[in-house]
């Protein structure tokens, strides 16, 4: 029975990657690639402060999403696993919050560049208000609407396994905890967040690799002013430089294994689930 599933993500999954390794020591001109076996890609990226520029800033979407999406998305699920008593009530209200996912990202994440805008809602509301006396420039085309559409496009992956792992817990626990004495932030920091932990963990890494993989968002949102490990490759492969996008992508996919093994580190998401 393995064998089968072997041989797919061998070919679906493995052998790409390898590939994408093996072009990365190739050569290229500004009119061909050729093979051969060089660290030329590796020096130029390495070599590069605009390398350095990029992947801080992937970081820094990548840790600010993260906190964003945690806050929210822990809330939601601590809401509806431990505020909603009806099984009925939770699947409605979780199923209303996969409502913006039946539709694209793009769609989702372009339809805030009208809200932001100059003249859009979001100014125009303020200005009425006489909050501010002129529009806001830095709402759109800037980190903040960057920043804005990641989490929206994101913070389900962090409700659903955090939901999925409150549902298991114990409800005899958290009486035992309020039997005790203890008060509902004792009970929600000493309890529920140590047994939520796996979902955490996987919440994470969902929103990190997303984030840091994206470069469609990153493009539209920032309106090009901004750029992220995934516009890099994008801008090498619209270029034909596929050795160089394959160089970046091989350092990326190493990168986000080292953040993956690092959060895997704080918890045993194969033995706590």
């Not at 350095?52 to 992937?58: E, K, L, S």
């Not at 199923?95 to 805030?112: D, G, V």
């Not at 003249?119 to 804005?148: C, H, K, R, Y």
Request: aromatic residues 16%; neutral net charge; proline residues 4%.
């Amino acid at each position: 029975m393995a064998s089968p599933l072997v041989l797919v993500l061998s070919v679906f999954l493995v052998m790409p990657i390898i590939m994408i390794a093996i072009v990365s020591f190739w050569g290229a001109t500004e009119w061909s690639i050729y093979p051969a076996f060089q660290f030329d890609n590796y020096a130029f990226l390495f070599g590069s402060d605009v390398t350095y520029r990029v992947f801080f800033n992937t970081f820094k979407y990548a840790f600010i999403t993260w906190v964003f999406c945690l806050g929210i998305g822990f809330t939601a699920a601590y809401f509806l696993a431990f505020h909603v008593r009806s099984l009925t009530w939770q699947v409605a209200l979780f199923l209303l919050c996969t409502i913006p996912f039946w539709t694209s990202n793009i769609i989702r994440m372009i339809s805030w560049i009208p809200f932001l805008g100059r003249n859009g809602l979001a100014n125009s509301t303020l200005m009425s208000w006489g909050v501010i006396d002129e529009p806001l420039e830095w709402l759109l085309f800037s980190d903040f609407s960057v920043i804005l559409a990641f989490v929206h496009l994101y913070t389900l992956f962090m409700v659903v396994p955090i939901f999925n792992t409150m549902m298991r817990i114990d409800r005899s626990l958290i009486e035992a905890a309020a039997d005790n004495g203890a008060s509902g932030w004792q009970t929600l920091w000493h309890v529920i967040v140590p047994l939520t932990k796996p979902g955490i963990m996987i919440g994470t890494i969902f929103v990190v690799t997303l984030v840091m993989g994206d470069f469609i968002t990153v493009r539209f949102m920032s309106g090009s002013q901004s750029a992220n490990v995934g516009r890099l490759i994008s801008n090498d492969i619209s270029l034909l430089q596929y050795p160089s996008a394959s160089a970046t992508a091989v350092v990326l996919l190493v990168t986000v294994l080292l953040v993956i093994g690092i959060l895997l580190r704080f918890v045993d998401i194969r033995k706590e689930l």
